[in-house]
């Protein structure tokens, strides 16, 4: 398993956009990931909404389970989010491959 570039392929849309956001997007994409909900993740980017609401929304929603492959706790909630409302999942463009060399 290749992980993607979290620092290019994971954004944020809708809510506030600072570091502590960008980093709960990163976890919010590494749940997803680890779920089988971000699929061809080398392919795509992800675009989080609302990072910090989702976030808590994620860890309110009862005991995760750690999944060692991919170094991440996903929470029950994860399965209960909604693509196009609360992520995005978009392919790369040819130009932003050659552009961040992927």
Known sequence: MSNPDWNLQIKIGNGRKDTGAHHRAI????????????????????VIHNAYDTHRRLQMSGVGEYHADYNVTVYPAVHDLIRGRDYEIHPLTGSFRQLHNL
């Open 27 to 46: 976890n919010i994409a590494q749940q997803l990931l680890a779920a089988g909900r971000w699929p061809d993740q080398l392919n795509t980017r992800i």
